[in-house]
């Protein structure tokens, strides 16, 4: 009883979250210069997506995961041991249950979100958009002259081994190697005869990644087997002969398919008179769904927003004289939480504030 | 007795108010003696020509502001050798020679003016005549610097290519109205040619000479195309190298500032130059008429006559108006000139100086009326400086805060009215102390980011939002203000402290100033943030990306709950919080400047490379600062900083 009383005094003490915060700020300024040698996405996934994390290969340290656990434990037990109402801590009160709220509601929403790119020439619509960080395999089957889908496999989770699933009757795909970064060669570009790995990039969109694949089939007339090279760097699916098939396989960025389909009608990028530094940019375009066919101007800082999904002007390029605008696409079912858990916050600190020094912290200061 | 103290209270608030009065007509006069002050000496008042509009990295300027600007790029200063800007800038562009010898080029470093083969200076600053004759070890140098990789540039590569930058920019300057100069590079040394032209054989021709016999050129060059290769003669070979320098140097000086005359014809807003109008004011009358207003405006200038100057410039600003398109608006100068005269910021500087010096001198002899004087002088900067503010505010149609440079004017702003607030509070003398120290210092600093360019600069897309500008980056000032106000107050605490232990009662309420402020720091640095949040929520699709501008935001925001907690759990004492302030402000300075030194992250466009080296020495003395205050405060009473 007294190691439970003891363990619940501990968490919930003040000196913990003094530490806890130490060692935040310890995470928050290694990450950042963490950023100078390897960019962002390498110091996000060291120290702010990791429960731990190895420093010089041996020594355990904490990732910010597990510290905002132990933190919301301490913040709960603090809560627990200590609150009592009255409207004096009323601000404090607000203060930490949005901070709760906030980490509960982050944590939750980074397995909800979804973010993808699009990217459309004027003229051009599509209802697929394009998640640049994970890359898949697409099958395509050659039957009678005509190509058929045959499905789509995110090689995240793939290794060695492993078998991947394949809905057409008799055929079987395994992989025997994958690269996450690595170089190609073979006579063209529909014809990879080996693959050769290089080192990874710390900045994930600058590694190309590779797979070696077994492709096998057994019906009436035999058994084939045939090994395919794939490519993420090859801008062409690879041919692979199996029997009297032949499939199409290419490894390509992620696609997300959105509720509704986007048509850029027009880009427009305004510019400081005499300058090439841009203004604004916007694009009109058109969208087209189940509940709705209607024009919208998405342009900065003014994004467009459907049921969860936001859309928002990112960029634009050039290529081949016509103009291509691209749009971020964010599917974000709670992202309410941070403002709602950030307005809690505010009118907590700005209550205590008025509070404790407007109201009563200076009181008979003035002579 | 009651009569006496009274009309002893009488003669001492009489006193008070004579010497106020002084004061404050000092101060009016010298105001005065700044915003009436012009063109007095030899030459010609220029002032009309301050209010020709310029049109300058997007942004339609007075001249007036545009010499400012440029003068503080090229020398770091407001005025050279006695002249205002508007008289430097009249001086290049009208009559050249007569600046040759002005030194504006701002040289740092010794080693530069050595390797350049001139004599360096005390004063650092260098004449065009000086780094011409050195302007080929100039471009060699400044060549293999631009071999390197921006991050491996030494100081010395920097101020090499700086320099050049600055020298080619004051050679287009002093190149505006070049054309009229004769040239032997055009000369004509064909005798039959020359007559053709009707120009002196082998003298000196200026280009603008040649263009007014552009016709019977281009009718020659016409009539050579259709002659055979074998049937060209001396003349016409003559003639076509004629007329290729004559390209060639159109085509090297192409359209260069400063761009006066507004283009309906060109898509892309550009406006023209002297050389850009000299190429075009054959075709068209209404241009025809601006260049010779602008003729007739440098042989005023030359000439010395005023009312000729001053009728031209009027006359060239009335044509200028005709040749704006409709959908371009030229701006009304007034209010500009108005700030330029007033130079509010320069001035509220100087007083808080002032206040800062008289209110330490007041504490240091213990001249009561001291503190009174400072006081009044820190009130007399705070209606400068808001004037400051409120006039850009006008003048740009923007939020007081859109770049570095007005991040610590409005900074600074914010942690003078704090101090305003702690004298209003009357804490002890600390509010005055405060408000002159970080009102100069700030308004020091922002000065150093003025040198490079327009500090009212045209606002890139992303930041081209007055609602998150005025949300996020001005709450995110006015925390930065609080943990600075604390941070000093934390000084002011640890100081005293070290020299008098014993009094209790002021260092209490010196404390409940610092936590004050210092929450009012969290508070707004937390809310600045999560409009920072937001607004990248709106702008780029996601609340929090780990940038290293969030990242510094969130640590002051952490900094502030540690040291509160800390203080509230009873690891530390008034003392220790007293420092946990005063590295508040090491943070403050680190995620405000030190950030974009980085040069990685999404808000890296603050980045200027001057103030490494002074935020490093910054940080080093507050270190040091804290070691003293903990080794002698923990000798005198250990449990004062940390808890047992």
């Known amino acids: 009883m007294k190691f439970i009383k003891n363990l619940i005094k501990t968490a919930a003490s003040l000196k913990l979250t003094v530490f806890c915060l130490l060692f935040v700020c310890i995470l928050v300024v290694w990450g950042t210069f963490y950023q100078v040698d390897f960019g962002i996405y390498a110091a996000q996934k060291r120290f702010f997506d990791s429960w731990f994390f190895l420093i010089t ?149 600058k590694n190309i990644p590779g797979l070696i694949l077994l492709v096998s089939k057994q019906d009436a007339q035999g058994s084939f087997n045939s090994r395919a090279f794939i490519y993420g760097g090859a801008g062409v699916p690879a041919h692979c002969a199996i029997g009297r098939d032949t499939l199409l396989i290419s490894l390509q960025p992620g696609h997300f398919k959105l509720p509704v389909q986007i048509e850029l ?62 749009l971020s696409v964010v599917e974000n079912p709670v992202r309410f939480v941070p403002y709602l858990t950030g307005i809690i916050i505010m009118l907590g600190l700005l209550y205590h504030f008025i509070y404790k020094f407007a109201v009563s912290g200076f009181k008979g200061q003035k002579k | ?93 009208l009559n050249p020679d007569a600046a040759n010898n002005d030194p504006i080029f701002l040289i740092n470093n010794p080693e530069v003016a050595d390797a350049l083969g001139i004599t360096p200076r005390a004063k650092r600053r260098y004449s065009f005549s000086e780094l011409y004759n050195a302007s080929h070890k100039l471009n060699q140098l400044a060549n293999e610097a631009m071999k390197k990789e921006r991050e491996d540039w030494s100081a010395f590569d920097r101020e090499i290519i700086n320099t050049e930058r600055n020298l080619d920019e004051f050679f287009l300057l002093r190149s505006a109205f070049s054309f009229l100069e004769p040239t032997p590079y055009l000369q004509v040394n064909d005798s039959s040619l020359s007559q053709k032209l009707g120009l002196q054989l082998n003298q000196s021709v200026s280009y603008f000479e040649l263009l007014s016999r552009a016709g019977s050129i281009s009718e020659e060059m016409k009539l050579i195309q259709q002659k055979g290769i074998d049937s060209i003669s001396p003349e016409d070979q003559a003639l076509v190298d004629l007329a290729r320098r004559m390209y060639d140097m159109e085509k090297s000086m192409e359209n260069p500032p400063p761009h006066l005359i507004p283009d309906a014809g060109n898509s892309d807003g550009k406006w023209l130059g002297l050389w850009g109008l000299v190429n075009q004011h054959k075709s068209r009358s209404l241009k025809q008429k601006t260049m010779m207003s602008l003729m007739q405006i440098r042989e005023a200038y030359l000439s010395g006559n005023q009312k000729r100057f001053d009728e031209s410039v009027l006359q060239f600003n009335n044509l200028v108006r005709q040749q704006v398109s409709a959908k371009e608006k030229l701006p009304d100068p007034t209010l500009e000139l108005f700030y330029n005269k007033l130079n509010p910021f320069l001035h509220a ?185 937001m607004w990248a929520d709106q702008a780029w699709g996601r609340f929090w990306g780990w940038d290293p501008k969030e990242n510094g935001a969130l640590l002051l925001i952490l900094w502030g709950l540690i040291v509160i907690h800390a203080k509230l759990s009873g690891m530390i004492k008034d003392t220790g919080y007293a420092m946990g302030a005063v590295s508040g402000t090491v943070l403050v300075m680190s995620a405000w400047i030190g950030v974009n030194l980085l040069g990685v992250g999404m808000h890296s466009y603050g980045f200027t490379s001057s103030g490494a080296m002074a935020l490093m020495i910054y940080i080093c003395a507050e270190v040091v600062f804290l070691v003293v205050c903990a080794i002698v405060l923990y000798r005198k009473k250990p449990q004062t900083i940390i808890s047992r």
């Not at chain 1, 037990?77 to 930490?96: D, T, Y």
């Not at chain 1, 005499?274 to 189940?290: D, E, I, L």
């Not at chain 2, 009130?379 to 805060?401: C, D, E």
């Open chain 2, 349 to 533: 500087k100087i007083l808080y100086g002032l206040a800062a010096l008289i209110s330490l001198l007041s504490m240091a002899l213990l001249w009561k009326k001291g503190h009174s004087v400072g006081f009044f002088l820190i009130m007399a900067g705070i209606i400068m400086h808001t004037a400051g503010i409120i006039l850009r505010m006008i003048i740009m149609s923007h939020p007081p805060v859109t770049n570095l440079y007005e991040t610590f004017i409005f900074t600074a702003w914010a942690a003078v009215i704090i101090g305003i607030v702690l004298e209003w509070l009357r804490i002890g003398s600390i509010g005055t102390i405060t408000a002159a120290i970080t009102g100069f210092l700030f308004i020091h600093i922002a000065g150093k980011y003025a040198g490079d360019g327009d500090t009212m600069g045209m606002l890139i897309a992303v930041l081209n939002s007055s609602f998150w500008l005025t949300t996020h980056i001005v709450t995110i000032s006015l925390g930065y203000a609080g943990y600075i106000g604390a941070g000093l107050v934390g000084h002011i605490y640890l100081i005293h402290k070290m020299i008098k232990a014993d009094d209790t009662e002021q260092l209490q309420t010196t404390f409940k100033a610092i936590k004050g402020i210092f929450y009012f720091g969290l508070l707004f640095t937390v809310v600045g943030t999560m409009f920072g949040g």
């Open chain 1, 57 to 205: 290969g041996l020594i355990p340290f904490p990732g910010l995961k597990s510290i905002i656990v132990v933190l919301a434990i301490n913040l709960l037990a603090s809560g627990a041991c200590r609150f009592s109402f009255r409207m004096e801590k009323l601000g404090v009160f607000l203060i930490h249950i949005g901070t709760v709220a906030l980490i509960v509601g982050t944590a939750f929403s980074s397995f909800l979100i979804n973010e993808s790119v699009l990217s459309l020439f004027e003229g051009e619509k599509s209802n697929v958009s394009i998640k640049s960080s994970e890359w898949e395999i697409a099958f395509f089957k050659k039957e009678n002259g005509n190509l058929t889908n045959a499905g789509f496999h995110n090689i995240d989770h793939l290794k060695p081994g492993v078998t991947i699933p394949f809905f057409t009757d008799g055929i079987s795909i395994s992989v025997e190697q994958i690269y996450q970064n690595c170089e190609a060669y073979g006579s063209s570009p529909h014809k990879i005869e080996s693959l050769k790995p290089i080192e990874i990039e710390h900045s994930r969109d």
């Open chain 2, 1 to 93: 007795m009651f009569n006496k103290k009274r009309n002893h209270r009488e003669m001492r608030s009489n006193k008070a108010i004579r010497l106020f009065k002084a004061i404050f007509s000092i101060i009016l006069v010298w105001f005065n003696s700044n915003l009436t002050a012009s063109n007095e000496g030899k030459e010609i008042s220029t002032e009309a020509l301050g209010k020709i509009i310029v049109l300058e990295e997007g942004r339609k300027k007075p001249l007036d502001t545009y010499a400012r600007n440029k003068l503080i790029q090229f020398s770091g200063k407001q005025k050279v050798s006695g002249s205002t800007a508007l008289q430097w800038i009249s001086r290049v562009l």
């Open chain 1, 265 to 326: 009608i027009k880009f427009t990028k305004e510019e400081h008179p005499g300058t090439q530094t841009a203004k604004s940019y916007s694009s009109r375009v058109r969208v087209s769904g189940p509940e709705l066919n209607r024009e919208v101007v998405i342009s900065m800082n003014r994004p467009f927003r459907y049921k969860s999904f936001t859309f928002y002007q990112t960029s634009y390029s050039m290529q081949h004289g016509r103009t291509a605008s691209t």
